[in-house]
Structures are given as structure tokens and as C-alpha cells.
């Protein structure tokens, strides 16, 4: 449906070419002809000329276009969980605001440090996260807690997450 290019700007930068500072979220639908997709939930953002709309459109803002200017995680935000390819909370709202609705599931099947369910649980969504990586199951353990999230392997048996001697919650096998 639609292939959006998130842009950012932070870290090294090459010298010898334009330095890549972008990611594309491509966007599927089942089907094409029949899928969700929420405009007015949607979170305006602040005209880039403001000066070239009427005050009240201006005091609106506009809808984002398939461009998004977002900054990656701040090194020491709140946010951060220290898994090092964690996306901001800011994308994964969007996301969800436009393509589901309450109560719906939101699935990641290369779910990291969990932001799709860390964003997912704040908008009143249910969740499926699908990680390979033992430390990502971890860091979501630490992120969503145990109290009403269901930790299993491979094989649907039960995982036990339990706080370890730093007090930070670990995968007991
Ligand atoms: C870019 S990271 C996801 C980051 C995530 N969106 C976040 O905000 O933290 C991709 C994740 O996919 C996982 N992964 C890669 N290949 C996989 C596979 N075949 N099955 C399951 N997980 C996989 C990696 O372990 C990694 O955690």
C-alpha cells in the first residue's frame, strides 16, 4: 500500500556520499480493497510553512505524508532500554493509531525490545511478539513485566521470568 521512508539524523556520517540517514516501512493489506486505516486518528504535525496557511489550518497542523521526520531513541531517554536496535515509541504510535483499533492484536514477529507491545498496551491494543534472541525476550520481560503477559518458547511451554540478584527480571529455562 504504501512504502514510507523515516528519516532521522544521528551518528556517524560517511564523508564520500550522501550519508544514509533513512529507513523504509513498507505497508501491506491482505487485501488492497478492503482494510483499515484510520485518518482522523492519526496525530497531526506542525506545518513546514506555516506562515503559507490560514491561522486556523496553521493551529491544526497537517497529516503526515508518507515522509516522516522522527528522531531515533534518545541515548537517555526514558525510553530507552538499551537494546541496540530499538525504535522510538513515536513511529510505532503512528503505526498503530492509523492501521488498528482498541482491543485489536497488534503482531511483531521481529519484536526486539517489544515497542510494538510497549505502544500497543499504552493504546489499549492485545499483543503477539515473536523474538529468536533470548536477550530480546529479556529486555521485553524487563519492559512489559510478568503480570499479565504469557512468556513461551518454540514451543508454547511456559517460560519463568523471574528477577534475578540485580533486580532486573531473567529467562529461567
Ligand atoms: C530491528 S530488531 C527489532 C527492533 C524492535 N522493533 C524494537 O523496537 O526493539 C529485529 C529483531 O528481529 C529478530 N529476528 C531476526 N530474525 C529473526 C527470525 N528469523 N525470527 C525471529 N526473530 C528474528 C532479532 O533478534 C531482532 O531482535
Known sequence: MNEIIWAYDYGGRSRRKWPAKHDTILVYAKDPDRYFFDQDAIERIPYMAPGLVSKAKAERGKLPTDVWWHTIVPTNG????????????????????????????????????????????????????????DEAVVVMANRLGTASVRYVDGRFRRVTVQMDESEQLGLLR
Open 78 to 133: 526514558k525510553e530507552k532500554t538499551g537494546y541496540a536496535s530499538q525504535k522510538p515509541e513515536g513511529i510505532l504510535r503512528r503505526i498503530l493509531s492509523a492501521s488498528s483499533q482498541e482491543k485489536d492484536w497488534v503482531l511483531d514477529f521481529f519484536a526486539g525490545s517489544g515497542t510494538a507491545a510497549a505502544v500497543a498496551r499504552k493504546m489499549g491494543r492485545r499483543f503477539v511478539m515473536i523474538d529468536r534472541n
